[in-house]
Nanobody
Framework: EVQLVESGGGLVHTGESLKLSCAAS????????IAWFRQAPGKEREKVAC????????RYAASVKGRATVSIDNAKDTVYLEMNNLRPEDTAVYFC?????????????????WGQGTQVTVSS
């Protein structure tokens, strides 16, 4: 069974950092695109970052660029999203999602497999 499990969320203060993890299981970690999304109450889902297990340059939303770093540990089948200088507007449930294939210079919006999400709350 394909499974994604996020962890690492929590309550932090403005300016602090968090590192979220997305552990994948049930499939080979080759040639997949992995994205981090977030959704705040009453707001549309936002794609935050994308990275391919096959390499290539990660892509970031403008709202987090310069404050977020997405990385992969292929030995652990785990993807990370580190967020620095967190702001109250970063408060949301963060999800990782995965789709097969190699994407160069683009990151689609549709992903078939999702994790359950992890809550990030940033207090002012």
């Amino acid at each position: 069974e394909v499974q994604l499990v996020e962890s690492g969320g929590g309550l932090v203060h403005t300016g602090e950092s968090l590192k979220l993890s997305c552990a994948a299981s049930g499939f080979s970690f080759d040639d997949y695109l992995i994205a981090w999304f977030r959704q705040a109450p009453g707001k549309e889902r936002e794609k935050v970052a994308c990275i391919g297990t096959y390499g290539g340059r990660p892509r970031y939303a403008a709202s987090v660029k310069g404050r977020a770093t997405v990385s992969i540990d292929n030995a652990k089948d785990t993807v990370y999203l580190e967020m620095n200088n967190l702001r109250p507007e970063d408060t949301a449930v963060y999800f990782c999602a995965i789709r097969g294939g190699i994407y160069i210079g683009t990151c689609p919006d549709e992903f078939p497999t999702w994790g359950q999400g992890t809550q990030v709350t940033v207090s002012s």
